[in-house]
């Protein structure tokens, strides 16, 4: 047994390159609208079939003192941009889809609203500011606060269904 394994002289060479695929878009994607929004988003968005959720921050002629209130989600429509609805909250997390609920984690707890028309079906303070994005998982809307650590709540009603703390300390990131 020769353990040393030699290659004929003409297979000595160097490999011939590789041809690489030309690169491709990751989405078929093409742009059909631009909207211009008078306040810069806080977070990114969400998207169902038919809406974008966006959170915003104070309006740009509000900039330099910002009022209260100022704050707000919109949706706007997927199809064309154009405002369906807003409703004042303030939130620096990207909202989540769940359940026919878009809730918000917002600056003075969570917020379940109506994708369709922004009305708000449940709100639930909470003890401490959120630390991490809410995200669903199956029935529910799961978020990370200072306080309380893991909360899990029900889309549909927002009442508590376990909760777990996780040695958070301090009050925000």
Same mark, same amino acid.
């Given at each position: 047994?020769?353990?040393?394994?030699?290659?004929?002289?003409?297979?000595?060479?160097?490999?011939?390159?590789?041809?690489?695929?030309?690169?491709?878009?990751?989405?078929?994607?093409?742009?059909?609208?631009?909207?211009?929004?008078?306040?810069?988003?806080?977070?990114?968005?969400?998207?169902?079939?038919?809406?974008?959720?966006?959170?915003?921050?104070?309006?740009?002629?509000?900039?330099?003192?910002?009022? @209260?209130?100022?704050?707000?989600?919109? %949706? #706007?429509?997927?199809? $064309? !941009? *154009?405002?369906? =609805?807003?409703? /004042? &909250? +303030?939130?620096?997390?990207?909202?989540?889809?769940?359940?026919?609920?878009?809730?918000? @984690?917002?600056?003075?707890?969570?917020? %379940? #609203?109506?994708?369709? $028309? !922004? *009305?708000?079906? =449940?709100?639930? /303070? &909470? +003890?401490?500011?959120?630390?991490?994005?809410?995200?669903?998982?199956?029935?529910?809307?799961?978020?990370?606060?200072?306080?309380?650590? #893991?909360?899990?709540?029900?889309?549909?009603?927002?009442?508590?269904?376990?909760?777990?703390?996780?040695?958070?300390?301090?009050?925000?990131?």
């Amino acid at each position: 047994w020769n353990s040393e394994l030699t290659l004929p002289t003409n297979q000595q060479t160097a490999p011939a390159a590789v041809e690489k695929p030309p690169l491709r878009p990751f989405l078929p994607a093409e742009q059909v609208w631009l909207v211009t929004l008078d306040a810069p988003p806080r977070a990114g968005g969400a998207m169902d079939a038919d809406l974008v959720f966006i959170p915003l921050g104070p309006r740009r002629d509000d900039a330099s003192a910002p009022a @209260a209130g100022t704050e707000r989600i919109v %949706a #706007l429509e997927r199809e $064309t !941009g *154009e405002l369906r =609805w807003m409703q /004042a &909250l +303030s939130s620096v997390w990207p909202p989540a889809l769940g359940h026919g609920r878009l809730l918000v @984690a917002a600056s003075d707890g969570l917020h %379940a #609203l109506d994708p369709s $028309t !922004g *009305e708000p079906l =449940w709100h639930v /303070a &909470l +003890s401490g500011p959120v630390l991490a994005a809410p995200e669903v998982a199956g029935e529910l809307f799961v978020v990370l606060t200072a306080a309380e650590g #893991l909360v899990a709540r029900r889309a549909r009603d927002g009442t508590g269904v376990w909760q777990a703390g996780l040695g958070v300390v301090g009050g925000g990131v």
